[in-house]
Every structure is written in C-alpha cells, then in structure tokens.
C-alpha cells in the first residue's frame, strides 16, 4: 500500500514568487511514479509533472519542476515565478509499477490550497 | 480530440434510487479509472480496470459497481444510493500520467 502526505493545508505567496509544495510518500514497492496535479476552482484534474522512481534527474516541465529526494521519500512541487493563475489545489500522487506492466490506480494527498497574492 | 468525457455532469439522487455514470475516452488507453472526491480529501480509487474485460476493486469500492463495455468506455453503477455516496466521482484514463474527465457532481438526498 502506498501513502501520500502533504503537510500544508493551505499557503499564501506574492506573485512572482518561488512556491515550494510539500509531498512526501510511503512506499515498499521498488518501482513507482510520483505525480503532482492542479485543481483550479472549476474542478478540473490538471496534470502537471511526472517523476519514475528510477529517473536520475529531477523533472522540469516549464516552471514547474520537482524536487525527488528518494531517500527522504520526498518529492516536493516548486513553482518558480508564480502567477495569479497559479492559485488551486495542489495534489500529489503516486501508483507502484509491477512486474509484467501491470499498474493499479493513483494514491492522492489530501492537498495543499495555494493562494497567489498580487 | 475530447479527451475522457463524463455524463451526467450533475445529479440529485434519493436514498435508494439507481443511476450510471458514464465514461469514455478517446485515446486508445488501456487502463481506465474511477474516483471520489470528497471535501477536504483528495481522491480515491474507487475501481480500475486494467484493459478491456478486466476490472479490479481499488479502495472504496463498497456500494458500486462497474462495467467496462470495451476498450473507449467504463461505466460506474451505484444501486441503491446513500447519501455517503454525495461526492464529485472522476473518471480517469492511461497508464502512466492519468488524463482525467471533468467530473460528476451527485448528491444523494
């Protein structure tokens, strides 16, 4: 079984500031995949970022990127430059891999309320 | 390209009444996902199904049902609805990132 936690129920940041999103996770499987996912007030599931367990570099998509730090089992969301647009809900994820290709669902965090302040 | 599309977007049910809610997606994904979101929490699996014929039962799978009719649809059944069963239910799709629909947004009365 796996665990998600995400200490920060809810976070104000001025806009144009760095924002960092904290995730740490609880696994036994060797092979899984962290994922972070934006959900703005209209309530759409929005993926953002995708890290393998086995991937060596952090992963970076646009001003997103991810801090994975295996051994602490933590794979914090950062936000460089926010925006106004940047406010929703954050979640983080994660599913296991098996042996064969076989994959089930995702185990989601409670989230983090991110607020961008002009 | 629609992506995964959801029906109903919104329903009122009573205790005990019967309702589908119906999935598909057009991206010829194998793997295909059903959620509930409830206030406060983030989602949970509800059922999956692997590939077409197979389903499995994921964390809530309590008082549902599922169906996956082929390789573009996953339907989900609730048979006699509680008002526990008052969430916004998200179907997904894909193996590795998962492509989500819009939602459903059922409240049971």
């Known amino acids: 079984a796996q665990k998600i936690t995400q200490t920060q129920p809810g976070m104000f940041v001025q806009e144009k500031e760095a924002v960092t999103l904290d995730c740490t996770y609880d696994?036994?499987?060797?092979?899984?995949?962290l994922f972070w996912y934006k959900q703005p007030s209209s309530g759409e599931m929005i993926f953002l970022i995708y890290?393998?367990?086995?991937?060596?570099q952090n992963a970076t998509e646009g001003r997103y990127s991810l801090n994975f730090q295996k051994a602490r089992k933590s794979a914090n969301l950062v936000i460089s430059a926010s925006q106004l647009g940047d406010s929703a809900m954050y979640f983080c994820?994660?599913?296991?891999?098996?042996?064969?290709?076989?994959?089930?669902?995702?185990?989601f965090g409670k989230g983090t309320h991110l607020i961008i302040q002009p | 390209n629609a992506g995964v599309t959801q029906t109903p977007k919104f329903q009122v049910l009573k205790t005990g009444q019967s309702m589908t809610l119906q999935c598909a997606q057009d991206?010829?994904?194998?793997?295909m996902y059903w959620y509930r979101q409830d206030p406060g929490m983030g989602l949970r699996l509800i059922y999956y199904?692997?590939?077409?014929?197979?389903?499995d039962k994921g964390e809530v799978p309590n008082g549902y049902n599922v169906s996956r009719l082929n390789k573009r649809e996953f339907s989900l059944r609730l048979e006699s609805a509680a008002p526990s069963q008052t969430s916004v239910y998200f179907c997904?799709?894909?193996?590795?990132?998962?492509?989500f629909g819009p939602g459903t947004r059922l409240t049971v009365t």
């Open positions: 997904a799709s894909g193996s590795y990132e998962q492509y």
């Open positions: 696994t036994s499987d060797p092979s899984y995949g």
């Open positions: 890290q393998g367990s086995y991937d060596q």
């Open positions: 994820a994660m599913r296991a891999y098996y042996s064969g290709g076989g994959a089930d669902g995702l185990t």
């Open positions: 991206m010829n994904h194998n793997s």
């Open positions: 199904s692997a590939s077409e014929g197979t389903t």
